[in-house]
Antibody, heavy 114, light 113 residues
């Protein structure tokens, strides 16, 4: 069974950093591109970033370029999202997903507030 | 960026009725190389993560009931739910993964009368 388990969310002040992790199991992690998708409270889904199966290519939505970094450790079957210079508008539940959305984690809440 | 226009934003139906949700993309999602449409449909039940229903516009994900049918090509797509059941109460989203940035429709809230 495919499992994606996110961790690392919480409350953070504007301008600070936070790193999310997603532990994958039940499939051959290094065969698949992976993605982060977010959902602001009571809003729709927004794609954040995707990383290729080997980490050689990354893609970001414009609003997070230069602030967020997606990465992966295939030896640990883990996906990461480093979020820097956080803004209030980054407040959302962040899901990791097997690109583009075949499987999803349970999500982790990130609240950016002073 | 490809804009995904989804309609209606909400609808309420009685159990047993048929529902149609539309999704229109601002550019074609049809790959000339393999003739596949890079359009997916997701279901998100209250308090849950999204779940993939349909990929490549019309291929049902394993385990998805056959009352969920995806159709369309190019820029116009439809998700049809026949004989709606109470458990289908959810938000439904279309998504294009033809090109970056990936984009979602704004969602359709399905309520059961």
């Amino acid at each position: 069974e495919v499992q994606l388990v996110e961790s690392g969310g919480g409350l953070v002040q504007p301008g600070r950093s936070m790193k999310l992790s997603c532990a994958a199991s039940g499939f051959t992690f290094n065969n698949y591109d992976m993605a982060w998708v977010c959902q602001a409270p009571k809003k729709g889904l927004e794609w954040v970033a995707t990383i290729s199966y080997d980490g050689s290519s990354t893609y970001y939505r414009d609003s997070v370029k230069g602030r967020f970094t997606i990465s992966r450790d295939n030896a640990k079957s883990t996906l990461y999202l480093q979020m820097d210079s956080l803004r209030s508008e980054d407040t959302a539940t962040y899901y990791c997903a097997r690109h583009p959305g075949a499987n999803w984690g349970q999500g982790v809440m990130v609240t950016v507030s002073s | 960026d490809i804009v995904m226009t989804q309609s209606p934003s909400s609808l309420a139906v009685s159990a047993g009725e048929t529902v149609t949700i539309n999704c229109k993309s601002s550019q074609s999602l049809l790959s000339s190389g393999n003739q596949k449409n890079y359009l997916a449909w997701y279901q998100q039940k209250p308090g849950q993560s999204p779940k993939l229903l349909i990929y490549l516009a019309s291929t049902r994900e394993s385990g998805v009931p056959d009352r969920f049918i995806g159709s369309g090509s190019g820029t116009d797509f439809t998700l049809t739910i026949s004989s709606v059941q109470a458990e289908d109460l959810a938000d439904y989203y279309c998504q294009q993964h033809y090109s970056y940035p990936l984009t979602f429709g704004s969602g359709t809230k399905l309520e059961i009368k």
